[in-house]
């Protein structure tokens, strides 16, 4: 069975959209807001940032289960998020401790754009940057397979997942809305 953690009245996204025109003012766009600790907190913490491999299915999906503002479905089961991987390779992230994954994101593209996906930081380690730098890696990722643009979505109500896309330079694309269909009988709710 599908499942999602909303109401299919309430999966309507903002959008947002990260522009690639070159790899130095994608970093200059994300720049714009206060600097923060970065490396010095990666190394303080013994903190780093690896791509995802489908062996960090189990612990990635702890911690989208445990988030708030992520919309889980079949989608993210390990057969599909290993398909995900194999298909876009490099383009997605985590951060770990030790052993710990302690946040995630998926990227991937369609050969045109890329789109972002479950970007999660455990609240633990929240507003230290974490954030930013996964984006950062996945949109220079983007940038180095010839992609000039990224969008992802986000639920309206979350409110501080909207607060990190605009802090950190993202464009909200007013004048969009999203459309859904399914592919066939399946008829998932994300
Ligand atoms: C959104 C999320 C990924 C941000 O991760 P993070 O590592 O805490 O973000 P960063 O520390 O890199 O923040 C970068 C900037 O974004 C902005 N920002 C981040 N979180 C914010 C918040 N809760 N309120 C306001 N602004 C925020 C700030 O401008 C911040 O810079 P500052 O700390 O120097 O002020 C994290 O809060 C999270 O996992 N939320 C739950 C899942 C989610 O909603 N994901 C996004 C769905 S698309």
């Known amino acids: 069975m599908p499942h999602c953690r909303r109401a299919t009245s309430d999966v309507v996204a903002c959008t947002a959209?990260?522009?690639?025109?070159?790899?130095?003012?994608?970093?200059?766009?994300?720049?714009?807001?206060?600097?923060?600790?970065?490396?010095?907190?990666?190394?303080?913490?013994?903190?780093?940032?690896?791509?995802?491999?489908?062996?960090?299915?189990?612990?990635?999906?702890?911690?989208?289960?445990a988030s708030e503002g992520v919309g889980l479905s079949d989608a993210?089961?390990?057969?599909?998020?290993?398909?995900?991987?194999?298909?876009?390779?490099?383009?997605?992230?985590?951060?770990?401790?030790g052993?710990?994954?302690?946040?995630?994101?998926?990227?991937?593209?369609?050969?045109?754009?890329?789109?972002?996906?479950?970007?999660?930081?455990?609240?633990?380690?929240?507003?230290k940057g974490i954030g930013r730098q996964l984006v950062e890696r996945a949109l220079a990722a983007l940038n180095d397979a010839q992609i000039q643009k990224c969008h992802l979505l986000v639920f309206r109500e979350n409110r501080e997942g909207i607060a990190f896309w605009q802090g950190i330079g993202g464009e909200e694309r007013v004048l969009l809305t999203l459309f859904s269909f399914p592919t066939g009988d399946a008829n998932p709710t994300c």
Not at 23 to 51: D, F, S, T, W
């Open 99 to 127: 052993e710990l994954v302690v946040a995630t994101i998926l990227c991937g593209h369609d050969g045109r754009r890329g789109l972002i996906h479950h970007l999660v930081v455990s609240p633990t380690h929240r507003r």
């Open 17 to 65: 959209s990260l522009r690639l025109p070159s790899r130095a003012i994608a970093r200059k766009n994300l720049a714009a807001a206060p600097k923060h600790r970065g490396r010095c907190y990666q190394n303080a913490m013994r903190l780093e940032l690896r791509v995802f491999t489908k062996d960090d299915h189990a612990a990635a999906l702890q911690l989208w289960e």
């Open 76 to 97: 993210d089961s390990f057969e599909n998020i290993a398909r995900f991987l194999e298909r876009n390779p490099g383009l997605s992230f985590v951060a770990t401790e």
